[in-house]
């Protein structure tokens, strides 16, 4: 039983490096895919950045977690665009659009004052990329 432990968790530290795609990896593959891969793309992208503003935040970097947090509200209207354009994903994209908003806001709560009004412009401009998806999933179609 032990070894059989012993070789899953060393297969699973193998493959972890494997199964995260590098930030950059991922920003090479968005600007080269099809519409509807780029909305999967962007989001994975705006995910990343998210966990890293966290990090970063929490780790005393505000410089680094200011520019992650820009990525993801890019990278999140940028996938909004992309399901848009390609008719898919809509859905997907605006639910993790909606829980990095939520996120985002429980980071801000744990800023001081003078750090929360790069995390509040992202925070509209997500709830901005929202609005506009499901404006165009709930449009009454023109006959």
Partial sequence: M??????????????????EESLDTLK????HASADERAQVGIRIAQIQLRNADRFYTEGHPDEA?????????????ARDAAIQSKKHEKNVEIEVRKMSDKLRDIKRTLAFEDQPPLDKAIH????????LLNEMFAKKKQ
């Avoid at 070894?3 to 494997?18: D, E, I, N, R």
């Avoid at 401009?125 to 506009?132: I, K, Q």
């Fill in 2 to 19: 032990r070894t059989a432990l012993f070789f899953f968790l060393l297969l699973t530290a193998a493959l972890a490096p494997c199964a």
């Fill in 66 to 78: 200011r520019a992650a947090v820009e990525d993801i509200a890019t990278y999140s209207e940028k």
């Fill in 28 to 31: 090479s593959h968005f600007d």
């Fill in 125 to 132: 401009r997500l709830e901005d990329v929202r609005t506009t």
